[in-house]
């Protein structure tokens, strides 16, 4: 499971004493309870797996933002940090799709449902998402369903 992989690594980053590891695993495991506080607030089970790589996903694109803006503002030191939490979260993530596997996944998804125009969207992305969560970047997946069926 993937909550015992991370905590495994944490353990090994404190022995190590690998303070940037053990401070990104931390913050992933703080995100992790939050976000199972918050399914158990309304009445779900704990997050599964594929869930759990979508919420990975999340704060990579978040520290991924944090980087364009520290390198906006001259902030190297920032851009470092920011750049290794990414690495160590990275690391977690399955394997990413390359642009022609997302090409030839999204058109198999919009042969399986059935997708016609931009009303099935959302069909053809919730289906990429069942298969495919944690190796596909959805921003980009999403801008190729919408000229696919344009």
């Known amino acids: ?13 404190m022995k190590a004493k690998n303070e940037r590891a053990v401070s990104t695993l931390r913050m992933i495991n703080s995100t992790l309870k939050n976000a199972d506080i918050e399914a158990r607030g309304q ?8 869930e759990l790589l ?13 980087v364009e ?3 906006k503002g001259g902030r190297a030191d920032l851009v470092k940090q920011e ?10 993530l399955p394997k990413q799709m390359s642009e022609a596997e997302m090409a030839a996944a999204i058109e198999a998804a919009i042969k399986e449902t059935g997708a016609a125009g ?3 969207m959302g069909k053809v992305i919730g289906s990429l998402r069942g298969k495919y969560a944690g190796q ?9 369903v919408k000229a696919k069926l344009q």
């Open 136 to 144: 596909m970047d959805f921003g980009k997946a999403s801008a190729l």
């Open 69 to 71: 803006l520290y390198q």
């Open 43 to 50: 009445g779900k089970p704990p997050l599964t797996d594929a």
């Open 54 to 66: 979508g919420l990975l996903q999340k704060m990579i694109k978040q520290r991924q933002e944090s």
């Open 118 to 120: 931009m009303k099935d």
């Open 83 to 92: 750049q290794e939490e990414i690495a160590i979260i990275q690391g977690y």
């Open 1 to 13: 499971m993937l909550r015992d992989d991370i905590n495994s690594a944490l353990k090994e980053a």
